[in-house]
């Protein structure tokens, strides 16, 4: 609850996030920082000494009495100075004295907490005065561990703890030496921020199949699992793990104990392996992998409890194991903790709750439960969203079911949706305390992004329609299967007919909605949020319109004799404008973030930016077998070569030098190179890409080097072509990296294409095209 006896000091509690349960202002008053001085009689630690630190930027008196004091102290069992406080490691409070306020916390976490509030309540002083609230608070968390795993999560506490996010779950260097020990590693330096900043670092080994990959395992006869001898290996096959090994169990069990050793860890996760992956020797084959995979675990983990009694257990459950849950939660004993993981159930942005009838069960015995949900549109693509209803929904659900631990995913970056995660940190703390719109304003005040209440009017519109669209997947279908039924070979897609992106009730609400924050997006002038408004209206135009192109397929298909070439080169065009809105406006907001933090653009972002496109360059190939032409064959992929298992005969890598100048003509500026895996047991790596002219080099991508596989089986790479005199030769060179020169003989097959297209930029994207 929030009681203020001015409604004024409702514009300090503006300034505090995560809001705290119980907030009371009584008044304002105002020192110099040379008037205010830290007191306590506590051993320095390292959170404790960040709180003084925090507190410092307001409180500088030397004197041993000074004026104002903030008092720091333990809230001991003994005898409570406040009684009713929570008994949470992280509980604080602040209560007023005579002659200044007194922190309590229950630890030296809830010290710190007690300070970041103070500091996020008076902020930055104005030459050396401040205001100081006399205040009184109760606070502590909703959801014991709130945190992160992927992304920069590791290199970003120092920002996400501010929101008092807690944990990060960090992977765990795994291999063995040339000696055989095995050997597990995790930043010492992680560990010692995570000390300072109340975040606690649990490392963990990933998916179980996995890791024979970079660990040195691969060549471990008495090791890695026996494949299904009735099928073919799959393309870039990794060997999994037997379970059923001693030497396995032994493996881990180092792995885990080395692990132990490190100071300051509490909690270790190993990761069951995210696909169903049976190991077909005599021991494993006709038992189910997943139990097998927890037995060896919980064995394995012996060794780390000799190293160091008080540590714990986690287990992540997987996609694959889905359909056995049941049983894995039988099989793991009452001591280990168990998070929820499924690819497509977790990584979900939809209305559906999360946590279901067997977790929530499960959790409400006091089991020890976690869960990983994605914080973004989608996991494999990025699309920006503002999303506070969503952040909301997901974290007062699993207040309610009672988890111990919401690790959140955001990928590429925290940079990204900055947005997201302070949400996270708000609503995974106090669950029922802002509502979207009051946190919105509270964000907006703390960012000094515009006027509060426009981008909380603004946010509101953005979270709501960006939920449509984040519900529908349409990314996440897109990058898999571009067509989505273009072809025409069956109706339209049925994984959408249930979207609101289809069937709205009112065909014009969704696309009025999203162009009102279009409009309120350019009445604040800022561009992120103008990009953002922009992408998402063309987003939603752009399901409708594969419809139709469908349905004209079909019927083209069928009967084509009455094919409507008017109405496909009409849909068409406009999927085109779809395509170059959400192309320029993805890449000039990915540009600002990476420009900010000197990074370079993620190839999920060039992937989203440009999926859409090649939707187009098979409905406009499609067009093209029915009569009708293309008015802007330049933004259409040119295929330029296929590689295949002869280029790479006599060395894993090689260099391809193509002759564009007639591609090119005069159409210089940005293109996007685009490399389409076709088959084979080996993907290929893409090193490098530039643009010469005489042996001059004019250009070089700058973005990251990506692979074609059976994992990401197309990719796009941005290189820019400056204006060279027309008598001048360009050429393009591209530098692959494929079959491995020890692969064995029956599996020195790969294969795929390369092209180049005009890219969209600003300019060729009319001003005001939503209108």
């Known amino acids: 609850m929030n009681k203020n006896s001015d409604k004024d000091f409702n514009e300090w509690l503006k300034r505090i996030i995560p809001l705290p349960k119980m907030i009371i202002i009584k008044e304002i008053k105002h020192f110099n920082i040379n008037e205010i001085g830290i007191v306590h009689q506590l051993n320095l630690s390292p959170s404790l000494q960040t709180a003084c630190n925090l507190l410092s930027r307001f409180a500088q008196s030397k004197d041993a009495n000074p004026k104002f004091s903030i008092r720091l102290v333990l809230n001991e069992d003994e005898q409570p100075i406040i009684s009713d406080l929570s008994s949470d490691d992280q509980a604080y409070a602040i209560e007023p004295q005579e002659d200044g306020l007194m922190l309590i916390g229950n630890t030296h976490v809830g010290l710190l907490y007690a300070a970041l509030t103070l500091s996020q309540i008076i902020g930055e002083p104005r030459e050396t005065e401040v205001g100081v609230p006399i205040v009184r608070i109760i606070d502590f968390p909703d959801i014991s561990e709130r945190g992160q795993w992927g992304g920069n999560s590791a290199s970003d506490i120092n920002w996400t703890h501010q929101w008092k996010l807690n944990v990060v779950e960090s992977s765990a260097g795994l291999g063995i030496d040339e000696n055989g020990k095995a050997y597990a590693s995790i930043s010492r330096d992680l560990i010692q921020q995570g000390k300072e900043l109340g975040v606690k670092i649990v490392p963990f080994i990933p998916h179980l199949e996995q890791i024979a990959q970079g660990s040195g395992i691969a060549n471990r006869k008495d090791i890695i699992s026996t494949p299904d001898p009735s099928k073919p290996l799959p393309s870039d096959y990794i060997p999994g793990i037997c379970m059923s090994s001693q030497a396995t169990t032994e ?67 997987t996609q694959g194991s889905y359909a056995v849950n049941d049983k894995v939660l039988e099989a793991v004993p009452e001591d280990v903790g168990v998070t929820y993981y499924d690819g497509g159930r977790t990584y979900d942005s939809s209305h559906n709750p999360m946590i279901y009838p067997l977790l929530e069960e499960y959790a409400s015995k006091g089991r020890w439960l976690g869960v990983y949900p994605q914080l973004t549109n989608a996991w494999r693509s990025v699309f920006p969203w503002t999303a506070p209803q969503f952040i909301q929904y997901r974290a007062k659900e699993f207040a309610i079911k009672h988890l111990s631990c919401v690790i959140g995913y955001v990928v590429p970056s925290n940079r990204f949706f900055e947005f997201n995660v302070t949400a996270w940190g708000e609503w995974t703390w106090n669950s029922s305390g802002r509502t979207p719109e009051e946190f919105a304003k509270a964000y907006a005040i703390t960012n000094k992004i515009c006027d509060p209440d426009i981008f909380a009017e603004w946010a509101l519109i953005a979270g709501e329609v960006g939920w449509v669209l984040a519900e529908s997947r349409l990314f996440l279908h897109l990058i898999y299967d571009p067509a989505l039924g273009m072809r025409g070979e069956r109706p339209f897609d049925m994984r959408f007919q249930k979207s609101d992106l289809i069937n709205p009730e009112d065909p014009k609400s969704l696309t009025s909605i999203a162009r009102e924050a279009v409009e309120i997006a350019h009445k604040a002038g800022v561009p992120d949020m103008i990009d953002e408004s922009e992408a998402v209206l063309a987003a939603i135009y752009v399901l409708p319109i594969l419809r139709d192109i469908s349905k004209i397929r079909l019927k083209a298909n069928t009967n084509p004799e009455t094919s409507d070439k008017d109405h496909l080169e009409f849909a068409l065009s406009r999927l085109d404008l779809c395509a170059s809105v959400i192309q320029t406006r993805l890449m000039c907001w990915g540009k600002r973030i990476c420009l900010k933090d000197g990074s370079s653009l993620p190839s999920r972002l060039r992937d989203t930016s440009n999926v859409l496109l090649r939707t187009c360059d098979i409905g406009w190939e499609l067009a093209d077998s029915m009569g009708v032409n293309n008015p802007n064959p330049q933004y259409r992929v040119k295929k330029l070569y ?46 490098r890409i530039a643009v010469f002219s005489e042996n001059i080099l004019l250009s070089e991508s700058q973005d990251l080097k990506v692979r074609a596989s059976i994992w990401e089986r197309w990719h796009e790479m941005r290189i820019e072509i400056p204006r060279v005199h027309l008598d001048k030769r360009l050429f393009l060179t591209i530098e692959l990296t494929g079959i491995p020169a020890d692969a064995p003989e029956d599996r020195r097959t790969c294969s795929g294409s390369i092209g180049i297209r005009k890219a969209y930029e600003e300019k060729d994207v009319p001003e005001l095209w939503w209108r």
């Open 642 to 687: 296929s590689w295949n298992a002869r280029d790479f005969e006599s060395n894993p890598s090689v260099k391809l030098k193509f002759d564009i100048t007639e591609i090119v003509s005069r159409n210089f500026g940005s293109y996007d190179i685009t490399f389409t895996y076709d088959g084979g047991a080996y993907g290929t790596d893409v090193e």
């Open 251 to 317: 493996l881990i069990g180092e792995w885990l104990a080395e692990i132990a050793r490190i100071d300051s860890v509490s909690d270790i996760m190993v990761w069951l392996s995210e696909d169903r992956a049976p190991c077909f020797c005599e021991k494993c084959i006709g038992k189910e992998p997943f139990i097998l995979e927890v037995k060896c675990i919980v064995k394995a983990f012996e060794k780390a409890k000799e190293i160091n009694p008080a540590i714990h257990l986690r287990i992540l459950l």
